[in-house]
């Protein structure tokens, strides 16, 4: 099992930037695919980003690109995800997810382990 949590959110105006952390339980960690979703009220969850275990290889959905910078840090089991240009629309509870496969992730928001969010405000 697998426990992770979240932090580093906030409210931060349009333009700004915020950097949130996943720090897992488990040594295993490295052996994990990690990705960040997000949910905006209302709306369904939705992808933002994936990396591989080995942090080699980052997935970005469009709406993020160029603008989130997903990486992770194996030593200290641990996922980030910097934020830059924030907008209002990034407003939403943020997820970390864990999962064997990136695949599962980035193509079918499945996670096999979950944190439980931290809520990112971006005022206009």
């Known amino acids: 099992q697998v426990q992770l949590v979240e932090s580093g959110g906030g409210l931060v105006r349009a333009g700004g930037s915020l950097r949130l952390s996943c720090a897992a339980s488990?040594?295993?960690?490295?052996?994990?695919?990690m990705g960040w979703f997000r949910q905006a009220p209302g709306k369904e969850r939705e992808y933002v980003t994936a990396i591989t275990s080995s942090g080699f290889i980052t997935y970005y959905a469009d709406s993020v690109k160029g603008r989130f910078t997903i990486s992770r840090d194996n030593a200290k089991n641990t996922v980030y995800l910097q934020m830059n240009s924030l907008k209002p629309e990034d407003t939403a509870t943020y997820y970390c997810?864990?999962?064997?496969?990136?695949?599962?992730?980035?193509?079918?928001?499945?996670?096999?382990?979950w944190g439980q969010g931290t809520q990112v405000t971006v005022s206009s």
């Open positions: 997810a864990a999962a064997v496969s990136s695949a599962d992730l980035r193509d079918r928001s499945r996670g096999d382990y």
């Open positions: 488990e040594r295993t960690f490295s052996r994990y695919a």
